[in-house]
T-cell receptor
Framework: GQNIDQPTEMTATEGAIVQINCTYQTSGFNGLFWYQQHAGEAPTFLSYNVLDGLEEKGRFSSFLSRSKGYSYLLLKELQMKDSASYLCAVVGGDYKLSFGAGTTVTVRA | GAVVSQHPSRVICKSGTSVKIECRSLDFQATTMFWYRQFPKQSLMLMATSNEGSKATYEQGVEKDKFLINHASLTLSTLTVTSAHPEDSSFYIC??????????FGPGTRLTVT
């Protein structure tokens, strides 16, 4: 089966940096996605990692270590609109996505 | 990428009735679509894989006779919740698998069964 763990909640101040960790144990691996989801809305794509290393995209960066089964999403210069749930999702050997439970990030002024 | 729509966005139905949810791939011919369900404050759970022109593949624990999936064309998959009950109330989201094996999500359908 698939096992994906990420923290339930994180709180940070506007302008700060937050790092959301994700560890996984899956049957096969074809990449890892990070999605942002606001309440009542569908997930929106943030990043995709399939090779080890850091992918940077504006204020968001994502890191992957396949040997450790570990990824993180780094949010810089936090803004109030970044308050949302962040989902770690792993593509298994069958190309199906398995999602973590999501991390709710609350940005405070 | 792919642009995906769902209809309806919200539906309220009475217990025992059936509800059909449509998922459309607007700019991409999708051989494969996925259907997910998300309960409040929980993550997305894959229900089934919808394959154009063939039977859907259901995940363990999902009743195929209750959640009917039809993928009759490359742009449309439908999920019918038959004999809906209050415990079926959830957020249903579809996604389209593109040629790069990336998934693009529809906006979701909020189902409330009274």
């Amino acid at each position: 089966g698939q096992n994906i763990d990420q923290p339930t909640e994180m709180t940070a101040t506007e302008g700060a940096i937050v790092q959301i960790n994700c560890t996984y144990q899956t049957s096969g691996f074809n990449g890892l996605f990070w999605y942002q989801q606001h309440a009542g809305e569908a997930p929106t794509f943030l990043s995709y990692n399939v090779l080890d290393g850091l992918e940077e995209k504006g204020r968001f960066s994502s890191f992957l270590s396949r040997s450790k089964g570990y990824s993180y999403l780094l949010l810089k210069e936090l803004q109030m609109k970044d308050s949302a749930s962040y989902l770690c999702a792993v593509v298994g050997g069958d190309y199906k996505l398995s999602f973590g439970a999501g991390t709710t990030v609350t940005v405070r002024a | 990428g792919a642009v995906v729509s769902q209809h309806p966005s919200r539906v309220i139905c009475k217990s025992g009735t059936s509800v059909k949810i449509e998922c459309r791939s607007l700019d991409f011919q999708a051989t494969t679509m996925f259907w997910y369900r998300q309960f409040p404050k929980q993550s997305l759970m894959l229900m089934a894989t919808s394959n154009e022109g063939s039977k859907a593949t259901y995940e363990q624990g999902v009743e195929k006779d209750k959640f009917l999936i039809n993928h009759a064309s490359l742009t449309l998959s439908t999920l019918t919740v038959t004999s809906a009950h209050p415990e079926d109330s959830s957020f249903y989201i579809c996604s389209v698998l593109d040629r790069d094996y990336e998934q693009y999500f529809g906006p979701g359908t909020r189902l409330t069964v009274t």
